[in-house]
């Protein structure tokens, strides 16, 4: 059972760091450029980036990390 405990914690660790790029990617990147509207064009590539991005995939990752700490720290075998 340890080690689908392991498995388990490990995918909670890979969907954070995934959440965490797109995070990056969609929000980090771009928070200077947001108008009052919330939203960021880039010109070269055309797109319109959106400020509650960053809410979302921020509150993924945060969410995903606290389930797998606590599952660290609560789940013993």
Known sequence: MAWFKLAV???LIGMALCSAALFYE???RWRDCFN???RCFDPVSQ???LE???L??????GILLLMALF????WRP
């Open 9 to 11: 914690e490990i995918a």
């Open 36 to 38: 009052e509207l919330g």
């Open 56 to 61: 979302v995939w921020g509150g993924f990752t």
């Open 47 to 49: 797109n319109v980036y």
């Open 26 to 28: 969609s929000y980090w």
């Open 71 to 74: 599952l660290r720290l609560a």
């Open 52 to 54: 509650q991005s960053g």
